[in-house]
């Protein structure tokens, strides 16, 4: 690789780029391509934004690809004190936040601890049993995880969690191979030679994991956070099926649908509402997504 | 070098008598593994044996709210899925999605290319075909609602129709859910919509990892970027193309998020899984579902050996 790089250096000045009309029509196809792919992308998106500002008639009787003359900002109001819960107090869009928020937080933390946990056995034990643990991760990718939600129900069933939001913990926080492939590859990279010694200086294998797995771990730990974060966040039928006394955003949202079958607007800015923490989270965390979907697929 | 490391290891591990560094060792093992792997068997391996088991015998959940199980006599709930044309015809639907996967990968490898290249602004058009892939799938669901709808509410396409055609009221509409073709080829597309990003994401990233010697030679060749694309990237990313065509392949057979929130009656629409949660959860026949649910299962390994195979050939 640096045998090369000189000659490649020499070289640059003198790649003349491509100026044919073949060319041309590539970069306009190219473009071409680029806008139709935007707005195909963004359609939708602009479709709900027009439709939250809308009131019911201006949703029926105005042009549906224009904003109204007057806004009706009063549906991000109704969109956020829709009571959800008829037979509680009240559980607005806030509450539905907050338990999102909780289970979401609580399962990613988790989460992220046991699958650091099994890739720090695995990247730096030998021990009787390490190939079967490693095939059991493999091969529980492969199991279709909804239907076997049939069986699972009756297991929170029995052990009395149906209809808690434990339930939905206890299935969110198990670690799965991706996490720990993103995880492997990051602690492939550090020289054993660090842990021994550390060994050597007196510190055991649990102290070994604070203070230099975990440390080396941080990119790779926000990646798997965001990855996981926002599956949890759009999650909708594991809620749906073991809470469905509460509302996080997903059912919440899938309430209003249902109970606002008049009134779109106030469900549009619901959607606008949900939508807008996973925006801000990718405007931010664009090239650690980015990179992290990457490394999670260069696993096979 | 590696022999000198390996002495000064042996070295280090006879300085250091390791009665106490072997039983800390088997301690931290067993500490770290515990909860992870218990989990993993709780809620994947112990389910799905007792999902093969339900799916021996005739056990049915008799009330909804109340979910008790009662195993009545042993009935053959494979025979009933495979001889009832209401049970698998579901199947029908899946196709549909099946080839949306291959237009999904054909687009977001084709977008991938084009990216490749970095052109001006490549990283907005970029992020912009990858946001839907984070959205949330009820907002999805209601966004598509709301183009596709009859023009009496509103929805995008029906009104502009109306507009155009002068119609009073929504005697001109396009039915997009009362044909299984239109109303599965509309939620495919929804499908390719929200997943495509997610693919050219990973196809750009791999092939930002192609060491750009063979690039150079290439184009001192005179190798357009066509011809760059068909003998030097292809053949680079074989394996993610292969991957990702197989979980789109699997996601095809296991669609149910957008149908059952955009038409949750709609008996058109229906998907497999839809079909198998509505056998266990709705009629309560949990045996019959578990046997449909072993029956997904086996598929998805099928293909995925399919995959390895091909793997396998495609490397010779």
Redesign the interface.
């Given at each position: 690789m640096i045998m090369?790089s000189p000659a490649?250096m020499a070289?640059k000045p003198v790649?003349v780029r491509d100026r044919s009309v073949?060319h041309l029509v590539?970069?306009i196809i190219?473009?071409l391509?680029?806008a139709i792919?935007?707005l195909?992308?963004?359609?939708?998106?602009y479709?709900?934004l027009v439709?939250s500002v809308k009131s019911n008639a201006q949703?029926?009787?105005s042009?549906?690809?224009l904003f109204p003359d007057v806004w009706h900002w009063e549906n991000f109001s109704t969109a956020w004190f829709f009571n959800a819960n008829s037979s509680s107090t009240s559980e607005s869009m806030g509450m539905a936040f907050l338990y999102t928020a909780a289970i979401t937080g609580v399962s990613v933390f988790l989460s992220v601890l046991?699958?650091s946990?099994?890739a720090?056995?695995l990247s730096r034990?030998d021990?009787k049993g390490k190939k079967i643990?490693k095939v059991?991760?493999l091969l529980?990718s492969?199991?279709?995880s909804?239907?076997?939600?049939?069986?699972?129900?009756?297991?929170i069933?029995q052990i009395n969690l149906?209809n808690t939001p434990w339930a939905i913990i206890?299935?969110y926080?198990?670690?799965d191979i991706v996490s720990i492939y993103i995880f492997l590859q990051f602690l492939d990279n550090v020289p054993k030679?660090l842990d021994?010694a550390a060994?050597?200086d007196g510190c055991?294998?649990?102290q070994i994991?604070g203070r230099i797995i975990m440390p080396v771990l941080r990119p790779a730990i926000a990646t798997v956070c965001i990855i996981k974060g926002?599956a949890f966040?759009?999650e909708?039928?594991i809620p749906s099926?073991y809470w469905s006394d509460h509302y996080v955003?997903?059912t919440y949202?899938?309430k209003m649908?249902g109970a606002f079958r008049t009134s779109?607007g106030a469900?549009?800015a619901a959607?606008v509402i949900?939508?807008v923490p996973?925006?801000i989270?990718?405007l931010l965390l664009?090239n650690q997504?980015?990179?992290g979907?990457?490394n999670g697929?260069?696993k096979? | 070098m590696e022999s000198t490391l390996a002495e000064k290891k042996r070295v280090k591990r006879n300085r250091h008598p390791s009665n106490k560094t072997k039983f800390e060792k088997i301690v931290l093992i067993f500490v770290f593994l515990l909860i992870p792997v218990s989990l993993l068997i709780l809620f994947t391996y112990y389910p799905l044996a007792s999902m093969i088991n339900y799916s021996l015998y005739d056990w049915r959940m008799l009330s909804a709210s109340a979910p008790t199980l009662v195993a009545f006599t042993a009935k053959d709930n494979y025979l009933k899925f495979f001889t009832n044309k209401e049970y698998w015809s579901v199947l029908l639907v899946s196709l549909f999605y099946l080839i949306g996967s291959f237009i999904q990968i054909a687009l977001a490898l084709f977008y991938a290319a084009i990216f490749y290249w970095k052109p001006k602004g490549g990283k907005f058009f970029k992020g912009v075909m990858f946001l839907p892939s984070l959205l949330n799938g009820v907002a999805i669901g209601l966004m598509f609602l709301l183009i596709f709808r009859s023009s009496d509410d509103g929805g995008v396409i029906n009104t502009i129709i109306k507009h155009v055609s002068g119609a009073n009221g929504s005697e001109n509409d396009i039915k997009f859910f009362s044909s299984l073709f239109l109303a599965n080829t509309i939620l495919t597309f929804v499908s390719i919509w929200r997943y495509m990003g997610n693919n050219m994401v990973m196809f750009a990233g791999s092939m930002e990892s192609i060491s750009k010697d063979l690039f150079e030679a290439a184009q001192i060749d005179g190798a357009n970027r066509w011809q760059q694309f068909i003998h030097i990237i292809l053949p680079a990313i074989k394996n993610i193309i292969y991957l990702n065509l197989i979980l789109a392949v699997n996601g095809a057979l296991q669609v149910y998020e957008i149908p059952m929130i955009m038409q949750p009656t709609n008996s058109y629409t229906q998907t497999f899984i839809m079909k198998t949660l509505d056998v266990a959860f709705v009629n309560g026949k949990i045996g019959l579902g578990s046997a449909m649910g072993i029956c997904l299962l086996l598929l998805v390994v099928f293909i995925a050996i399919l995959q390895k195979i091909l793997e396998k050939k495609g490397d010779k």
């Open positions: 090369t490649f070289k790649a073949g590539w970069v190219e473009y391509a680029l792919g935007a195909v992308a963004l359609f939708p998106l479709v709900l439709a949703i029926t009787y042009n549906p690809l046991f699958g946990f099994v720090y056995v034990f021990f643990v059991l991760f529980a492969f199991i279709p909804i239907t076997i939600q049939i069986s699972i129900f009756q297991l069933n149906f206890l299935l926080s198990g670690t030679e021994e060994l050597v055991n294998y649990f994991y926002v966040y759009n909708y039928y099926l955003i997903s949202l899938d649908v779109w469900v549009s959607a949900a939508i996973t925006i989270i990718f664009q997504i980015y990179s979907l990457t697929a260069v096979s | -």
